[in-house]
Structure formats: C-alpha cells, structure tokens
C-alpha cells in the first residue's frame, strides 16, 4: 500500500516537473501579451527631437512652438528674437 503512494506521488511529481518545463519553454518561444504591450508604449513614449532654429538646442516636438512657416523655436522669447532679426 504504502509502495503505491511513493509511487503515485513520484508520477505526481514527475508530472508536475514535466509540466513547468514545457509552461517555461513555450513562454519563451514566443513573448506575451505584457511584453508586446510594453514594447508597444516604448515605442510611443518614444518622441521625436526638433532643433531650435534661434539656439539650435534640441526639444521634444510637442513642447516646441511653430512658427506660420513651421520652424521649431524652444520658447517664445526665441521666436520673438527671431521675427527681430528677420524685420
């Protein structure tokens, strides 16, 4: 009787064992759903740079001001120098 339980209990465990191996190896074969999410938001936290056309420092395109030509400036004080020089 008791032979019977050790060995119910070693297939048990076998089994088991067996299980998390194959749960581990198909988890790394291709990437989950959370991965794909956070690549994804990566991906769109990721801004593009545009470069000041007074002081040709370099700002995150949705903090930079535009001119009616489309030219980035960092501030407005640098857009207003700018119209300056170019009157």
């Not at 000041?52 to 949705?62: G, K």
Request: net charge positive; with cysteine.
């Amino acid at each position: 009787m008791i032979v019977r339980l050790i060995v119910f209990i070693a297939i048990f465990f076998i089994a088991w064992w067996l299980y998390r191996k194959f749960i581990t190896f198909k988890g790394g074969q291709s990437p989950t759903k959370s991965e794909k999410a956070k690549s994804s938001k990566k991906e769109e936290a990721q801004e593009s740079m545009v470069r000041c056309t007074e002081c040709q420092t370099f700002t995150p395109r949705s903090h930079a001001i535009h001119d009616q030509e489309a030219r980035p400036f960092c501030s407005a004080e640098h857009l207003k120098d700018f119209n300056k020089k170019s009157d």
